[in-house]
């Protein structure tokens, strides 16, 4: 065998061998590895997972996992673990699955009106990564509530129902304070403008709103129970509010979970600071978290002078609104009397 033959058969098994290298490669990185059908699946890795834990996390979704743990190291991920949420498709190959779980996506937090701050812990713990423990925390720690102007009763004010975008993995902390910063960026000028018109603080006023919106389901009604709060308030009157005897109750027994829908004597003797049959002014917090619509109607009375308000038997929903005792005994005795049928049927 001549030298030009040897040269010849020693090149193409070098390419023989990168040819199959390559394709070693290609199978590994560039082919689908994924084993699920639908379109998107999403994966959250834990703060300071290690890459064992990240393996047992996606090993559902991913056909072979030796080529993913094998192009994880060599592309240096099991050594820079992101925490998150990440997104992966379906076929997506090992390059783009190593590729996604370096890029996390943000999540949508959503809230509506809760009662208690425990309950709105509780709700964003389902959807971020701190538990409710380390929210409730956040929300309660001492220097936090006395640089904001807070109380631990008065800090549920600060939150108001919306949607928000965060990443999967952000610290209590950091989800407190940008609540903190949509809470002062909602009190601008002119909100605090009206507020100090009707000689409230903005926590007062939210407070006050979460009496009214708990006491009708109408948004239109709002501006008008608004108005008789802030009559009676005017005058030196208990506001005698319904809702705060109920959630006076309720805090009393530690049971938030049974359901009260008419008052009796027991509730209204109720000791208790938001008890407002028995104390003059707002309850030292609110009652439940008011909407946008509920602190607007507060700042933006309906004019009236009306001091007296009861379910209206005609017009289910809203209320008969009157000025003098004896015209609300009227409108009061026509709602216990439908009542009672009710109760009796």
Same mark, same amino acid.
């Given at each position: 065998?001549?030298?030009?033959?040897?040269?010849?058969?020693?090149?193409?098994?070098?390419?023989?061998?990168?040819?199959?290298?390559?394709?070693?490669?290609?199978?590994?990185?560039?082919?689908?590895?994924?084993?699920?059908?639908?379109?998107?699946?999403?994966?959250?890795?834990?703060?300071?997972?290690?890459? @064992?834990?990240?393996?047992?996390?996606?090993?559902?979704?991913?056909?072979?996992?030796?080529?993913?743990?094998?192009?994880?190291?060599?592309?240096?991920?099991?050594?820079?673990?992101?925490?998150?949420?990440?997104?992966?498709?379906?076929?997506?190959?090992?390059?783009?699955?190593?590729?996604?779980?370096?890029?996390?996506? +943000?999540?949508?937090?959503?809230?509506?009106?809760?009662?208690?701050?425990?309950?709105?812990?509780?709700?964003?713990?389902?959807?971020?990564?701190?538990?409710?423990?380390?929210?409730?925390?956040?929300?309660?720690? !001492?220097?936090?509530? @006395?640089?904001?102007?807070?109380?631990?009763?008065?800090?549920?004010?600060?939150?108001? +129902?919306?949607?928000?975008?965060?990443?999967?993995?952000?610290?209590?902390?950091?989800?407190?304070?940008?609540?903190?910063?949509?809470?002062?960026?909602?009190?601008?000028?002119?909100?605090?403008?009206?507020?100090?018109?009707?000689?409230?603080?903005?926590?007062?006023?939210?407070?006050?709103?979460?009496?009214?919106?708990?006491?009708?389901?109408?948004? @239109?009604?709002?501006?008008?129970?608004?108005?008789?709060?802030?009559?009676?308030?005017?005058?030196?009157? +208990?506001?005698?509010?319904?809702?705060?005897?109920?959630?006076?109750?309720?805090?009393?027994?530690?049971?938030?979970?049974?359901?009260?829908?008419?008052?009796?004597?027991?509730?209204?003797?109720?000791?208790?600071?938001?008890?407002?049959?028995?104390?003059?002014?707002?309850? !030292?917090?609110?009652?439940?978290?008011?909407?946008?619509?509920?602190?607007?109607?507060?700042?933006?009375?309906?004019?009236?002078?009306?001091?007296?308000?009861?379910?209206?038997? @005609?017009?289910?929903?809203?209320?008969?609104?009157?000025?003098?005792?004896?015209?609300?005994?009227?409108?009061?005795?026509?709602?216990?009397?439908?009542?009672?049928?009710?109760?009796?049927?």
């Amino acid at each position: 065998m001549n030298f030009k033959k040897i040269i010849l058969y020693v090149s193409l098994a070098v390419l023989v061998g990168v040819a199959y290298f390559g394709f070693k490669v290609y199978q590994t990185v560039f082919t689908p590895n994924t084993n699920f059908s639908e379109e998107k699946v999403s994966v959250y890795i834990p703060t300071d997972a290690t890459f @064992e834990e990240v393996k047992a996390i996606v090993s559902p979704h991913i056909k072979d996992m030796d080529k993913f743990e094998t192009l994880a190291n060599r592309r240096g991920y099991s050594t820079e673990i992101k925490a998150g949420k990440f997104e992966l498709t379906k076929n997506m190959n090992t390059n783009s699955i190593v590729s996604a779980l370096r890029r996390s996506v +943000p999540v949508r937090v959503t809230f509506n009106n809760q009662e208690r701050l425990e309950n709105f812990v509780g709700r964003i713990a389902s959807q971020i990564e701190p538990d409710s423990i380390q929210l409730l925390q956040a929300f309660k720690e !001492p220097t936090f509530l @006395e640089e904001n102007g807070f109380t631990e009763e008065t800090v549920f004010t600060m939150l108001l +129902p919306n949607t928000f975008e965060f990443y999967w993995n952000t610290s209590a902390v950091k989800f407190r304070d940008q609540m903190a910063k949509e809470y002062f960026r909602f009190w601008n000028d002119e909100r605090k403008a009206k507020a100090e018109k009707l000689g409230l603080t903005p926590i007062q006023v939210s407070i006050l709103a979460s009496i009214v919106q708990k006491e009708t389901a109408k948004v @239109e009604e709002l501006p008008r129970v608004a108005k008789v709060y802030l009559n009676r308030m005017n005058v030196g009157m +208990p506001l005698q509010a319904d809702p705060t005897v109920i959630y006076a109750y309720k805090l009393s027994s530690n049971d938030f979970n049974q359901v009260i829908k008419r008052v009796y004597y027991k509730h209204l003797e109720v000791d208790s600071p938001y008890n407002t049959y028995r104390n003059v002014g707002l309850p !030292p917090g609110p009652i439940f978290m008011p909407d946008v619509n509920a602190i607007d109607a507060v700042l933006n009375p309906e004019q009236h002078d009306f001091i007296y308000f009861c379910a209206s038997v @005609e017009r289910f929903g809203y209320h008969e609104f009157a000025t003098t005792l004896e015209q609300h005994n009227v409108n009061a005795k026509k709602y216990a009397a439908w009542l009672n049928t009710q109760t009796t049927n």
